[in-house]
């Protein structure tokens, strides 16, 4: 919602239960994520000219890798973004 500029907001939250891992999805209908924020995601550090803007995404991320779990960012079928968290139910 805090980065999303237009008037009408809309975010959807699925959560899927499989035999092995717990599936949450989080999209949006908003600008998306830049690509400079996931190249500093990606790579697992920053640099000088390759840095996120906030902490939010490196929390996800550094909660996600210690959980041995996988991220994956997409576009949303409304042309925003779409993070998918997966994590094992037997961690």
Do not use: P
Request: hydrophobic fraction near 35%; avoid cysteine; charged fraction near 30%.
């Amino acid at each position: 919602i805090e980065h999303n500029e237009g008037d009408d907001l809309s975010i959807e939250l699925y959560i899927e239960k499989r035999d092995e891992f717990v599936s949450i999805t989080v999209s949006d209908d908003g600008t998306g994520i830049s690509e400079s924020e996931l190249a500093a995601i990606r790579q697992g550090e920053e640099e000088d000219l390759v840095h996120g803007s906030g902490l939010g995404l490196w929390v996800v991320s550094w909660i996600v890798q210690r959980s041995a779990g996988e991220l994956t960012f997409r576009e949303s079928e409304s042309g925003g973004a779409e993070i998918e968290i997966e994590l094992s139910r037997r961690a």
